[in-house]
């Protein structure tokens, strides 16, 4: 409990000054929410119906107050950032001036929001001039943007001080939260959303306008996916694209842009053109350059930037009989040329509520804004033109009694009561007639007041019927995208897609290895103290090999130098070995432990070949356990990857080939238990779930099979036993069941064999 506000007298008596004590934790809770809830939805993220975070809504307001449209003049940076933060967002000006700059750049925004003049930073990196140097007016996307604003479309606030109005959305005549996308990272939570092209969100709003309950797939007929402003190729197939769209989560797979270039006496070369959305292409060449220093990527000589205006970024092979899809493919793996750009729809539903939306739900709350904007614009045009036409009923009556009007308003003490009284006119028709000056009376005409009333009258039955009738304002919305489609096409050098899409070239999936080591056949040689070595070819007759002390074999098995090696250890740790880089079989090789971090409580329990997509039974020897893909076990690092989670005294027992569809598994307690494999899940880490369910003691030991060829076992004579489907069938349970006896002749060791 925190009590402040006491004060102590000359005899240290302490006095409370009215204060009230106020609980810690309670305090902190309650002004920590309130901080996260202003960050979320006061500077993160941006709103569903413009896709704009505050700080650009109000400098984009704020142009428009200083009348900086497309034709206007420039104005300095300096004069806008400090009207913004005067008036509307008093965060500081380099946060103001730092957005009002990421919307001038065409490398970062894909329909630029301001035209900036003078030095706006590069793609290089290189940061913007100061803004008393740069000059700045918006284009015509943030024109649109704005589009009705002075006709009460949107809802207005007060600005932080009170004294000033500030918009709460725009009228976003775009559909601009997929156009440009947004990025942001709030409390607990982020958003992350790629620019998309303009013309697609048009044709996708249309369809969506005309299908109300359309899904993402079927919006993805029209967007084809990211657009963005640096170009670069997606290499994301279509199922992964539809995914990421559906659920508002995922990411893109995007890589550099590049051709092969030829050049004198034979020789070629590889010539990046465009880099993916994000990289600052200075660091990119710098990375590039650190690769071919230290020798990482031994496919290639050099790396040189040529670029001007344009990107030009030219890599040099070893050898000009080196594969260029497959030097690009040890770059891209090793550089920035390809990047993930993460995917997170976390917007602002309906300016309030922060949530993931799919792509059918974010073009969805355009179109209902934009509706909602339809609606109010026309309510405000409607009045206008009821207060033209009660004034002009009112002018018509001055003309056909102008003498008698000029007579009243020159001899009659109260004239506006009167002139009320003789023509039953209102209040407003007679301040309008009152505040009309006399050399405006010449040019009053019968006819064009009376057609400018009929052409009112018109209009006005026109706007009644639109807001009555949803289906008209629907087909006003889909002129106005159209519209907006003729304007900001495809066809036009703006709206032209940039990014393509394309499958990842088959030599993605060429083991990078294989291209940099001479593939040959070894042995693999593992002994029962956890030495490891490798033979020249495939030795069938291991019987010659000598071993250290009192060591022997324990497994070998035949691999290729590009060959990767799988070793589990008891704490449920996978680590990887390259099998080019153990140590030949002339000597008694070396411990596992040197090659990779195993804990020392930990010991070797599995030493295999890695064969991709094969999958493993890992149980440990509580009994818990599941099935993992190969490719999952794969690690980087020497320090392993975690598979199994077991807590001690637990510890990995069993590595067993997951080919198959049932599980015979036999505890120490000798209970077997056939289950399906279908019932053990597949993870790529965790605890595992319980295989079998013992009172005392633990596994011994698990095999997969496939049941239809029945369950086979060896016993210590080497003598092979099949018990057929048949004859199992009292076996035959579900995971987790405690099993029953095995059948007669069954290994005392409770061993399978191998």
């Known amino acids: 409990m925190a009590k402040s506000g006491t004060a102590s007298d000359g005899n240290g008596a302490g006095e409370d000054k009215g204060l009230v004590p106020v609980d810690l934790r309670e305090a902190l809770e309650e002004r920590y929410l309130t901080y996260a809830l202003s960050t979320i939805t006061g500077r993160a993220l941006p709103d569903a119906r413009d896709g704009l975070k505050p700080v650009h809504r109000r400098i984009l307001y704020g142009m428009q107050i200083l009348r900086l449209d497309p034709a206007a003049p420039f104005k300095k940076c300096a004069k806008i950032v400090g009207d913004v933060m005067g008036s509307f967002h008093p965060h500081g000006d380099q946060a103001i001036y730092d957005a009002l700059v990421r919307l001038a750049q065409d490398f970062s925004s894909r329909y630029p929001l301001v035209d900036g003049q003078g030095n706006f930073g590069n793609v290089d990196g290189d940061a913007a001039a100061a803004y008393r140097y740069t000059e700045a007016r918006m284009t015509a996307v943030a024109r649109l943007l704005l589009e009705g604003i002075d006709e009460d479309a949107i809802d207005f606030r007060p600005n932080y001080s009170g004294e000033e109005q500030e918009p709460v959305v725009l009228p976003a005549a775009l559909p601009n939260l997929l156009a440009n996308g947004a990025q942001g990272i709030a409390v607990g939570m982020a958003t992350s959303i790629p620019p998309h092209n303009l013309a697609e969100l048009c044709d996708a709003a249309l369809y969506l306008i005309a299908h109300r309950t359309a899904t993402a797939e079927q919006l993805l007929t029209f967007v084809q996916g990211p657009d963005f402003p640096t170009g670069g190729i997606v290499v994301d197939t279509r199922a992964q694209i539809a995914e990421t769209y559906r659920t508002g989560r995922g990411s893109f797979r995007l890589r550099a842009r590049w051709h092969k270039e030829e050049t004198a006496r034979g020789q070629w070369v590889a010539v990046v053109t465009e880099i993916p959305y994000g990289v600052q292409k200075s660091r990119l060449i710098e990375k590039l350059a650190e690769l071919v220093v230290d020798k990482k990527a031994p496919l290639v000589a050099d790396v040189r930037d040529e670029s001007a205006e344009d990107v030009r970024i030219v890599i040099e092979p070893r050898a000009r009989n080196v594969d260029p899809a497959l030097m690009m493919e040890t770059v891209f793996k090793l550089s920035e040329l390809e990047t993930r750009f993460p995917v997170n729809m976390n917007v602002l539903v309906d300016g309030a509520v922060p949530r993931v939306v799919s792509l059918d739900e974010a073009l969805r709350q355009w179109l209902d804004h934009r509706r909602d904007v339809l609606e109010r614009r026309s309510r405000h045009r409607l009045a206008e033109i009821l207060r033209r036409l009660e004034v002009l009923a009112g002018m018509i009556i001055v003309f056909l009694n102008l003498d008698e009007v000029i007579r009243i308003i020159r001899e009659e003490d109260e004239p506006k009561q009167v002139l009320k009284a003789a023509f039953e006119l209102t209040d407003v028709q007679v301040d309008y007639i009152l505040d009309t000056r006399l050399r405006a009376l010449r040019k009053l005409e019968e006819m064009e007041l009376r057609k400018e009333h009929a052409e009112l009258g018109e209009e006005r039955k026109e706007v009644e019927a639109l807001l009555a009738d949803e289906q008209k304002q629907w087909k006003v919305i889909t002129a106005q995208i159209r519209e907006l489609k003729k304007t900001l096409g495809a066809q036009t050098p703006l709206g032209k897609r940039r990014t393509t899409f394309e499958d990842a070239p088959e030599a993605a999936d060429i083991d990078l290895a294989e291209a940099m080591i001479e593939r040959e056949p070894v042995t693999v040689v593992v002994t029962k103290k956890g030495w490891i070595r490798t033979l020249k070819g495939h030795v069938a007759d291991l019987s010659q090999l000598q071993f250290k002390g009192d060591d022997a074999l324990d497994v070998a098995f035949f691999a290729q130098t590009t060959s990767k090696v799988l070793v589990l250890a008891s704490n449920g740790k996978a ?24 804990d020392e409580d930990a010991s070797v ?73 279908s019932e053990a899940p597949q993870m790529a880490r965790g605890k595992g779930v319980r295989m079998q369910r013992y009172r005392d003691g633990g596994v011994s030991d698990a095999k997969v099979f496939a049941l239809a060829q029945g369950l086979t076992w060896t016993d210590s004579s080497g003598r092979v036993f099949t018990v057929d489907a048949r004859e199992l069938k009292e076996w035959i349970g579900h995971r987790a069941e405690a099993g029953r006896l095995p059948p007669r002749g069954f290994p005392k060791n409770n061993r399978f064999g191998s």
């Open 575 to 598: 680590f990887t070995l390259d099998a080019a880089k153990l140590p030949g079989g002339r000597g008694h090789g070396e411990p596992v432990r040197l090659m990779a971090d195993i």
């Open 605 to 677: 329990v599995k030493v295999l070949p890695h064969t991709p997509d094969a999958l493993l039974l890992l149980v440990a020897d509580d009994g818990r356990g599941f099935v993992v893909s190969q490719n999952d076990l794969l690690a980087t690092t020497r320090k392993g990857r975690a598979a199994l989670g077991v807590e001690p005294p637990a510890k990995l027992k069993i590595v067993a080939a997951a080919e198959g569809d049932h599980v015979a598994i036999i505890g120490e307690n000798r209970k077997l238990l056939v289950f399906p494999l």
